[in-house]
């Protein structure tokens, strides 16, 4: 069996070698704690939030073949890197650091490490990743990391004169959720990443992500319960469900309580329609978790606006456990440049639906990703998602300038006609503009009270504590209010602000159930005062 992995797994200097099918399953059926045990293995991530809960998978995945994680890079028998794609920036910081590496491996005379790319950059280059002056040994996609452990195992047990072997895995599936896989996060934090859907069917006109994750597909309800009760036993205070398209999740194979066919929010409309029928959706699975598990709060991200009809909204609203901060990715804020980017709603159906979430929750918060410079962008375009910005006055934004990506639909049939010192200025304007309003909208929060989640002591000042609020806003308070630890929840009243943090002072400990009763009754006018229960 050992020489039928090295012969069909591996390849020398600048070939390589793609998934062939079956292997997976020959691999499961081969024992690879031996070859594996002791071995270390050091893991870097870049990008979203998705990426960080990948790299917990791909250590679970590891660890049952007998690896241990190394906290020290030069001292680690593999090295991977866990990359994004999403912007031309990203993927130069990780070309920087794959530099790097290669000059840890000139060192090393013997035992020299394994150095490894997965994640979206894998998927986006691949082969080229392969050729590149001998950085990389081995290039695995998204939908590959079950077999990290037999890919390693062959390059490392092989060899052909100076040159170590290559190997490349870089499959989509139409399955694989890795629901089965139990995720080795840090112990003793207060608050964990959860996947329960991947890839995207969207296909705007900018976005790489169908390419590099693949369509959607979604894990069955009793895992993700499963993994959750879990995560509340291990004392886990806050859960953020994570997808590429979170709010499409939809799980068949099990029946739906509830009557609805979930439609889109009013106005939107997509590429692909929808099979949700009978499905449990988005909206039901949030529920689910919010009532079987009342003391841990629940985020979600990152939503597309066309999947929030009224029934997620009104269980958003109706759950204190569930986060009034919601993600609306706008792009843009001329209809004109949402139709070329085929996102499938105008600027005024937005606006409507940010009308309705708010008046459904009062006291939400929104955020919003924005493109300055796509293609074609006129003028007027940019002066109407500056408008956007004034008018939807969000609390937190991601802002970028475009940057193309091979494979889409804007590389394929758009002009990338923007200057780019046009596309820096915009995005300035867009920033400053953000900041300005931010900073207004902060400092509305004083005297105002929270129900903070502890994370930990303040990394620019030791004698204060930094939580984030409900609303997802960052709060420092003194250590010496109450006595206080990450994971506790704390009624906090905020005091002043800055356009980047709240301070505030905490009251007590607290919890979401508690809080929530006694907001009113207990911590009215004049009894704002601390104390420690």
């Known amino acids: 069996m050992r020489s039928n992995f090295v012969r069909r797994w591996t390849c020398c200097a600048s070939s390589w070698t793609k998934f062939v099918r079956g292997m997976a399953q020959e691999a499961s059926e081969t024992s690879l704690e031996g070859p594996l045990r002791g071995r270390s293995v050091y893991m870097e991530t870049y990008g979203c939030q998705m990426n960080a809960s990948d790299s917990e998978i791909v250590l679970g995945i590891l660890s049952k073949a007998g690896m241990r994680r190394e906290q020290e890079v030069d001292q680690a028998d593999v090295i991977l890197v866990n990359t994004c794609a999403i912007r031309e920036n990203a993927e130069a910081k990780i070309w920087q650091r794959l530099g790097y590496f290669k000059g840890l491996k000139t060192k090393k005379l013997v035992q020299k490490p394994l150095v490894g790319v997965l994640g979206c950059m894998a998927e986006r280059l691949q082969k080229k990743l392969i050729d590149s002056d001998k950085l990389v040994d081995l290039v695995v996609g998204p939908d590959a990391y079950r077999d990290l452990p037999a890919l390693i195992e062959a390059i490392q047990g092989t060899r052909r004169g100076k040159h170590r072997k290559t190997a490349m895995n870089v499959q989509l599936s139409l399955e694989e959720t890795y629901a089965d896989v139990t995720p080795v996060r840090n112990a003793g934090q207060a608050s964990a990443y959860l996947s329960i859907m991947r890839g995207c069917n969207n296909m705007c006109a900018f976005c790489i992500v169908p390419f590099t994750r693949g369509r959607e597909r979604s894990r069955d309800v009793a895992s993700i319960e499963k993994e959750v009760h879990t995560l509340a036993e291990q004392g886990v205070k806050e859960v953020t469900l994570l997808g590429q398209n979170v709010n499409s999740y939809a799980d068949f194979t099990h029946s739906s309580d509830w009557k609805s066919h979930y439609p889109y929010a009013e106005g939107f409309s997509s590429v692909y329609k929808p099979k949700r029928e009978n499905a449990v959706a988005f909206a039901e699975l949030l529920d689910r978790l919010a009532d079987a598990n009342p003391e841990v709060r629940f985020r979600f991200t990152s939503p597309h606006p066309k999947d929030f009809p009224d029934e997620l909204l009104h269980v958003i609203?109706?759950?204190?456990?569930?986060?009034?901060?919601?993600?609306?990715?706008?792009?843009?804020?001329?209809?004109?440049m949402l139709e070329i980017m085929k996102r499938g709603h105008t600027r005024e159906a937005y606006l409507n639906l940010v009308d309705r979430v708010r008046s459904l929750i009062p006291d939400v918060t929104l955020s919003t990703d924005m493109i300055a410079g796509f293609c074609g962008e006129t003028e007027e375009d940019h002066q109407q998602t500056l408008s956007l910005l004034r008018e939807v006055e969000y609390d937190q934004a991601f802002l970028y300038a475009y940057s193309r990506r091979e494979k889409t639909h804007a590389a394929r049939h758009l002009a990338d006609d923007v200057p780019e010192e046009v596309k820096a200025r915009r995005l300035r304007e867009c920033i400053s503009?953000?900041?300005?309003?931010?900073?207004?909208?902060?400092?509305?929060?004083?005297?105002?009270?929270?129900?903070?989640?502890?994370?930990?002591?303040?990394?620019?000042?030791?004698?204060?504590?930094?939580?984030?609020?409900?609303?997802n806003k960052r709060v420092v308070f003194p250590t010496t209010d109450v006595q206080l630890a990450p994971g506790d929840y704390a009624a906090v009243h905020v005091v002043s602000s800055t356009a980047a943090t709240l301070r505030g002072r905490a009251l007590k400990r607290s919890s979401i159930a508690s809080f929530f009763q006694d907001k009113t009754s207990h911590f009215g006018e004049g009894e704002l005062t601390a104390t420690s229960d």
């Open 317 to 336: 609203s109706s759950r204190p456990n569930v986060c009034s901060n919601i993600h609306l990715p706008a792009q843009s804020g001329s209809t004109r």
């Open 433 to 471: 503009l953000f900041r300005e309003i931010l900073g207004r909208k902060n400092q509305n929060e004083v005297g105002r009270l929270h129900l903070v989640l502890v994370e930990n002591i303040s990394r620019k000042d030791d004698a204060m504590l930094t939580g984030r609020t409900d609303t």
